[in-house]
């Protein structure tokens, strides 16, 4: 099982972001996939329902879905939503991390 914490104003941002787009109770798919300037980057979607390729749980009022692939990758990430006058958005925090890119979107492991 893998364990990802999702911060309070993660949550209420992306409980507001599915009200917006008409999402209400689907999951937040976390993934990394191939790409970005440090050779592997973080991906965020909402799934109505689980595919069963990967481990589900519930943090903070959300239930969060990491595929198996992306799964030892993402084990132990934080996801944060800051919100700042030169930066907003969602940050992740990966201790598996070995480098990170300037922009914080791609890592390599």
């Known amino acids: 099982m893998v364990h990802v914490e999702v911060t309070p104003p993660a949550v209420e941002q992306v409980l507001k972001i599915m009200e917006r787009q008409g999402k209400t109770g689907n999951a937040l798919r976390l993934f990394v996939q191939g790409g970005g300037c440090s050779g592997l980057s973080y991906g965020m979607s909402f799934d109505k329902q689980e595919t069963g390729d990967e481990v589900a749980f519930h943090g903070g009022g959300v239930t969060v879905v990491v595929d198996h692939a992306s799964a030892p990758l993402l084990e132990g990430v934080q996801v944060d939503y800051l919100m700042g006058l030169d ?8 201790p598996n991390a070995k480098e990170t890119c300037s922009c914080g979107k791609s890592f390599s492991a």
Do not use: E, L
């Open 87 to 94: 930066h907003s958005g969602f940050k992740i925090a990966n």
